[in-house]
């Protein structure tokens, strides 16, 4: 299967801002998504963005894709205690999907 | 909630069994993706069918099989159970046929002893 790679922890503290980073091995995908997973649940769509965008903002998440490097990136601004979860990114091309190991983020009051 | 449910919520066998999953999707959506999500492996795309019809495989074991039915509700099939199936098996359903809008139900935790 594909390649994506994330980084295992992130910690921030209430109040500032995150950003989990990706990377990712297949050009040839439509879509790269953000889920978010609490403890105990299923995943939870955060956002999408096709493939041919450079940026996409919702609320306080920002999405950055640099197609160039096959990166991609979530900012959270003013991460919140309730932000805390394991994050994982995807790439898919509407059929098939593929996901990252997941961030496992903590935020410290 | 996300509209998805599945069920059993844990599940508890031993090696060689066979054990059925299942998934009642979001109401109206016609697809329905599979996956399993264990602590080495991750989180891995299995199966998508979409109205009944199977749309697109990933890294299914060939002892592993799926359907969705008429009423559009899918079960996941698991058999010659091993140690290394013990996982948490979630099914997703959208209304799109980009897939886009997943919506993942709570997920099955299967335990292989």
């Known amino acids: 299967g594909e390649d994506v790679e994330q980084s295992l922890f992130l910690s921030v503290r209430e109040g500032d801002s995150s950003v989990i980073n990706c990377t990712y091995t297949?050009?040839?995908?439509?879509?790269l998504y953000w889920y978010k997973q609490e403890p105990g649940a299923g995943l939870q769509l955060l956002t999408y963005i096709f493939s041919n965008m450079d940026m996409k903002q919702d609320q306080r998440l920002t999405v950055l894709l640099n197609k160039k490097d096959k990166h991609l990136s979530l900012r959270i601004a003013d991460t919140q205690t309730g932000d805390s979860a394991i994050y994982f990114c995807a790439e898919g091309d509407g059929n098939q999907f593929y996901f990252g190991t997941g961030t496992s983020l903590t935020v410290i009051p | 909630d996300s509209g998805v449910t599945q069920t059993p919520k844990h599940l508890i066998t031993a090696t060689g069994q066979r054990v059925t999953l299942r998934c009642s999707p979001r109401?109206?959506?016609?697809?329905v993706y599979w996956y399993q999500q264990s602590l080495d492996q991750g989180l891995q795309f299995l199966i998508q069918y979409y109205n009944g019809e199977e749309r697109a495989k990933g890294n299914i074991l060939e002892r592993f099989s799926a359907q969705q039915f008429p009423d559009l509700h899918s079960e996941l099939n698991l058999s010659s159970l091993e140690l290394g199936d013990s996982a948490l098996y979630f099914c997703?359903?959208?209304?799109?046929?980009?897939?886009?809008?997943?919506?993942f139900g709570p997920g099955t935790r299967l335990t292989v002893l």
């Open positions: 297949d050009s040839s995908s439509t879509y």
């Open positions: 109401s109206g959506d016609l697809s």
């Open positions: 997703a359903s959208s209304g799109t046929t980009t897939g886009n809008e997943q919506f």
